[in-house]
């Protein structure tokens, strides 16, 4: 049977006319039914993705396609999709309906993309394995004893598992790059305000960004390409115009100049292997011509206490809205206003949004508050300083995307503080609002994969897919 | 001595001005008052997950219109901040505000206190927000009713220094508010439906006394003269707990009109811990020094400019002039009229007298008075020409003319044959006429009875049918008696 796993492939299919849009969502809805215990769908869109793949086929007889025609996206589930579900994998918004699309749904519909689903996540975006879905985790396609991480894992799983072409997922600390890494994919955060986060179900706002999980870097520009730029709805997005990515990944790639944070790759909680597999490569492209030179990051140590500090304080304030009033759940023991709050919260939220509520309400609490979250401020402005520094003579920084590969279930529940620190690669990016991509170049001799990162300057997304392209190609 | 007059009161007042923008402060939606409840709610307002608010640009403008007429110092960067608590009527949960750099910091109001004398009141700010939604108690037996139509409303919040010294003070100083904010046409100030509210902080301590005594704040009074009212309340209940050996409990209190008295709606430890924190969604908004001037350039002349240029300029009164400058309709209508005539002292006195009268009595403010000032000042022509005497002048071409507003004044008064006699050579037939009836009075008047001129115009009016130049007439009648 003719491959169509990428949107690279499906295009070729459908212009020799051997596939249709319609054919390729039929073979992705029965690999979702094939794959169900993997838990990485919470739904599929079957009537409206039908429907949809049929109207794409009559525009490509007609030469009217979008630039997406073909392509099979899955959603993770905190996307709003206009007359959909959206419950970001949680009780207190279980069969809560969109009223409206946000505004990454509306680009990919208008260029023709199939939304076949949407995709299972650990609540509200929080946590780095999945395990914290109201609906259950989401194996790793790998290895269905290991977590697929999170918090993007039903998407990560989904296009792993070739259950879709591509996902969106989102990135507040890692939640996309850190499961493209345990999923064996290729996972990207945009630029912070780059993609606009109108509908996007908020966790954190000054840190969440919406970005592709696909099988090839052609595919993740394409999307981006999409998705991407100015919105009336967002007025936190750039106006910056947005580069034709996928031309500019066939661009040929210059010499470059790599850093790599000595404290990263030395480590202690970092894996060994992986350790050497990113030394080699680093040695590999330095012979291969780049630049490639080790730089202080003296902050590695605060990068997750200060992201905690100021994405509980955000989630705190953003979560507040679930309250049993307007909308969602409601307990059915609430009696009066207050009880209303306190049942519907307790009952609705699990266990680790109500830390991270908690948690975020203390830091931005009176009397506290100067000594967390205008720390965790200060720190983050040092976090961009620096960073900007490092970009003002480099163009990437290349380091692990994760510790280690993926852990089987339950390995990091009992200690929160464990699980925090698998963001530990991920998180700068966050705080430094900069791009940065989860490759899937590793393989453990466990036989998982692993991914390198490499994280790029503020809105330079062009010059990073175009590396990761080359880098992919010679792996 | 008084009890009462052994202490002084300390009163800042935090007064919320609904903004008339069409659009809410974060959303398109309308902002229209009176609307069917929980129509002006699109998924913003209604704080659905993932919506993300907009700033509308209006409130800023309005915000620095304010700012600049109030000599406040306007704030280039300016943040938005998240005030966070739980309320049926808060979708979000959270209220869009400003914590750190309101728009607008320092200026002052001026009042009058009730010698007459000016007071400066200064202010510490005034901030960007949007309102909450409204809480309906009463429309349900069982259930509260929410109208989410409010939400998201702009509001700017004004707050002053706590130098207001009395309820009369506060009184004068929001009449101060309220007249400006519509002069500025940013703000209807209707207190009674909530667009202008006023919370006032209010303590009391010995007089001399450096340390301020415990605070309260009172809410939720619909007028101008509650907020009197429940200061008036809350500085007699303080005084008479702390002289009865008590102290005053730190809580926020509630007016309750029909018995004019304040209760506690929650003491200082229930009090909520707002949790102010930076708007993540919203980036700061840079307000340039351009973008001032060019507000400030478009800014209409403020009452007070207006009073003091009646004043000094003009030579009013000051009846006159805070009359004239009372609202923002009348003064432009005054400001048209001085274009037109530069008889100002009679230019008031219309406005003042058959004008206003003619508003109250048809119930109608300035804007749907009938008259563009062309034909005032025209009618203002006629008296000064001599034509017509005041009296004619409002009593019946002012009538006739409203009737009739197309008509010119002199038409109708030609019409209605109401020119007055100011030729001296026909004057001079009458005066003789009306003199020669009268001999033995004339003779009486040369040997100084001289009240006796008033009965010779009665004669030479009577003689004109009214229309002898009552000026000329006298004049010449002098002199005539006088020969």
């Known amino acids: 049977?003719?491959?169509?796993?990428?949107?690279?492939?499906?295009?070729?299919?459908?212009?020799?006319?051997?596939?249709?849009?319609?054919?390729?969502?039929?073979?992705?809805?029965?690999?979702?039914?094939?794959?169900?215990?993997?838990?990485?769908?919470?739904?599929?869109?079957?009537?409206?993705?039908?429907i949809k793949a049929a109207e794409v086929d009559e525009k490509l007889k007609t030469g009217k396609a979008g630039k997406l025609a073909g392509l099979v996206i899955a959603l993770k589930d905190n996307i709003c999709y206009k007359g959909h579900k959206v419950s970001a994998s949680s009780r207190i918004l279980e069969n809560f309906v969109?009223?409206?699309?946000?505004?990454?749904?509306?680009?990919?519909?208008?260029?023709?993309?199939?939304?076949?689903?949407?995709?299972?996540?650990?609540?509200?975006?929080?946590g780095s394995s999945n395990e914290n879905s109201a609906f259950g985790p989401v194996k790793n396609p790998h290895d269905i004893k290991r977590v697929s991480g999170g918090s993007s894992g039903g998407s990560t799983a989904a296009v792993a598992a070739r259950l879709c072409h591509a996902a969106l997922g989102t990135d507040t600390g890692g939640s996309i790059r850190q499961p493209a890494s345990f999923c064996g994919v290729v996972g990207m955060k945009p630029t912070y305000g780059r993609v606009s986060r109108y509908g996007i179900v908020a966790y954190a706002s000054s840190f969440d960004q919406v970005g592709p999980l696909t099988l090839c870097v052609e595919d993740a520009a394409s999307i981006l390409?999409?998705?991407?730029?100015?919105?009336?709805?967002?007025?936190?997005?750039?106006?910056?115009?947005?580069?034709?990515?996928?031309?500019?990944?066939?661009?040929?790639?210059?010499?470059?100049?790599?850093?790599?944070?000595?404290?990263?790759?030395?480590?202690?909680?970092?894996?060994?292997?992986?350790?050497?597999?990113?030394?080699?490569?680093?040695?590999?492209?330095?012979?291969?011509?780049?630049?490639?030179?080790?730089?202080?990051?003296?902050?590695?140590?605060?990068?997750?206490?200060?992201?905690?500090?100021?994405t509980t304080a955000e989630a705190s304030s953003n979560l507040a809205r679930y309250d049993g009033v307007h909308f969602g759940y409601r307990s059915p023991k609430a009696f009066d206003l207050e009880s209303?709050?306190?049942?519907?919260?307790?009952?609705?939220?699990?266990?680790?949004?109500?830390?991270?509520?908690?948690?975020?309400?203390?830091?931005?609490?009176?009397?506290?508050?100067?000594?967390?979250?205008?720390k965790g401020q200060k720190v983050r402005r040092l976090i961009q300083e620096k960073t900007g520094e490092i970009f003002s003579k480099y163009d990437f920084i290349m380091l692990p995307t994760t510790?280690?590969?993926?852990?089987?279930?339950?390995?990091?529940?009992?200690?929160?503080?464990?699980?925090?620190?698998?963001?530990?690669?991920?998180?700068?990016?966050?705080?430094?609002?900069?791009?940065?991509?989860?490759?899937?170049?590793?393989?453990?001799?466990?036989?998982?994969?692993?991914?390198?990162?490499?994280?790029?300057d503020h809105f330079n997304e062009a010059s990073l897919l175009r590396f990761s392209k080359s880098l992919l190609n010679n792996a | 001595m008084n009890i009462y007059d052994k202490y002084e009161t300390v009163i800042g007042l935090e007064v919320h001005i609904q903004l008339l923008t069409n659009s809410k402060a974060y959303s398109s939606d309308s902002a229209e008052y009176g609307a069917l409840p929980n129509t002006h709610v699109s998924v913003i307002t209604l704080g659905h997950p993932g919506t993300l608010p907009k700033a509308n640009k209006k409130v800023i403008e309005y915000a620095v219109r304010l700012g600049l007429a109030l000599n406040c110092t306007i704030t280039r960067e300016n943040m938005y901040a998240r005030k966070n608590y739980f309320y049926a009527d808060l979708p979000k949960g959270y209220q869009i505000t400003q914590d750190k750099t309101p728009i607008c910091r320092g200026g002052h109001i001026t009042i009058k206190d009730k010698d007459g004398n000016e007071r400066v009141i200064h202010l510490t700010r005034i901030h960007m927000e949007e309102d909450a939604g409204k809480s309906i108690h009463d429309q349900d037996p069982f259930d509260t009713l929410i109208d989410l139509n409010r939400a998201g409303v702009a509001l700017l919040e004004i707050v002053s220094e706590p130098e207001l010294k009395n309820a009369d003070e506060a009184y004068s100083y929001l009449s101060e508010v309220r007249k400006l904010v519509r002069h500025l046409d940013i703000c209807d100030g209707n207190m009674e439906e909530g667009s202008l509210r006023c919370d006032a902080n209010v303590s009391v301590m010995l007089k001399g006394s450096k340390t301020f005594g415990r605070r309260v704040e009172v809410k939720n009074m619909n007028s101008i003269r509650n907020v009197k009212?429940?200061?008036?309340?809350?500085?007699?209940?303080?005084?008479?707990?702390?002289?009865?050996?008590?102290?005053?409990?730190?809580?926020?209190?509630?007016?309750?009109?029909?018995?004019?008295?304040?209760?506690?709606?929650?003491?200082?430890?229930?009090?909520?811990?707002?949790?102010?924190?930076?708007?993540?969604?919203?980036p700061p908004v840079i307000v340039s020094v351009d973008y001032i001037e060019k507000i400030r350039s478009t800014m209409p002349a403020l009452p007070d400019e207006l009073f003091n240029k009646y004043k000094k300029e003009l030579h009013l009164s000051d009846y006159d002039a805070s009359f004239l400058t009372e609202s923002k309709t009348i003064a432009s209508y005054f400001e048209d009229l001085i274009q037109k005539t530069s008889n100002y002292k009679a230019a008031a006195n219309w406005m003042m007298g058959t004008v206003k009268n003619y508003l109250?009595?048809?119930?109608?403010?300035?804007?749907?008075?009938?008259?563009?000032?062309?034909?005032?000042?025209?009618?203002?022509?006629?008296?000064?020409?001599?034509?017509?005497?005041?009296?004619?002048?409002?009593?019946?071409?002012?009538?006739?003319?409203?009737?009739?507003?197309g008509q010119t004044p002199l038409k109708i008064a030609e019409t209605l044959n109401l020119i007055q006699e100011s030729n001296t050579g026909a004057l001079q037939e009458l005066i003789k006429e009306a003199l020669q009836k009268y001999p033995d009075k004339v003779l009486e008047y040369k040997n100084g009875k001289t009240g006796l001129i008033g009965h010779f115009m009665g004669e030479v009016m009577k003689l004109s049918k009214g229309k002898a130049d009552p000026k000329v007439a006298n004049e010449l009648m002098k002199k005539e008696l006088e020969k």
């Open chain 1, 1 to 50: 049977m003719q491959k169509f796993d990428t949107l690279q492939e499906t295009r070729k299919g459908l212009s020799d006319k051997s596939i249709s849009c319609t054919s390729v969502l039929r073979h992705f809805l029965s690999r979702i039914e094939e794959q169900k215990h993997l838990g990485a769908f919470l739904e599929v869109f079957t009537d409206s993705a039908i």
């Open chain 1, 225 to 310: 390409e999409v998705i991407g730029g100015c919105d009336e709805f967002d007025p936190t997005v750039s106006s910056k115009p947005i580069p034709a990515y996928s031309e500019e990944i066939e661009k040929a790639q210059p010499p470059v100049k790599i850093a790599y944070i000595k404290e990263c790759i030395e480590h202690e909680g970092l894996d060994p292997e992986i350790r050497a597999f990113v030394q080699n490569l680093l040695k590999r492209l330095e012979a291969e011509g780049h630049t490639v030179e080790a730089i202080d990051f003296p902050y590695l140590d605060y990068l997750v206490p200060a992201y905690y500090v100021l």
């Open chain 2, 229 to 282: 009212l429940a200061i008036e309340h809350e500085i007699k209940r303080h005084i008479d707990l702390i002289e009865a050996g008590g102290t005053v409990d730190q809580d926020t209190r509630s007016f309750d009109a029909s018995k004019g008295t304040t209760f506690s709606l929650r003491s200082k430890e229930m009090a909520n811990d707002y949790r102010y924190f930076p708007e993540p969604d919203l």
């Open chain 1, 340 to 374: 209303t709050y306190k049942k519907s919260r307790s009952e609705g939220f699990g266990i680790e949004v109500k830390r991270r509520i908690m948690l975020g309400t203390f830091v931005l609490s009176e009397g506290y508050y100067d000594a967390y979250y205008s």
């Open chain 1, 98 to 126: 969109s009223l409206y699309s946000s505004t990454v749904v509306e680009r990919l519909l208008a260029e023709d993309a199939i939304i076949i689903g949407r995709c299972n996540c650990d609540e509200f975006a929080m």
């Open chain 1, 403 to 456: 510790p280690g590969t993926a852990f089987e279930f339950g390995a990091n529940s009992a200690d929160p503080i464990k699980m925090y620190l698998e963001d530990i690669f991920t998180v700068h990016a966050n705080h430094a609002g900069i791009p940065a991509i989860s490759l899937p170049l590793g393989k453990h001799s466990n036989g998982l994969p692993f991914g390198v990162q490499i994280m790029a």
């Open chain 2, 360 to 405: 109250n009595e048809n119930a109608i403010t300035i804007d749907q008075f009938p008259l563009p000032a062309h034909q005032l000042s025209a009618l203002i022509k006629l008296v000064d020409d001599g034509k017509v005497s005041s009296s004619v002048a409002s009593q019946t071409i002012f009538p006739a003319l409203i009737k009739d507003p």
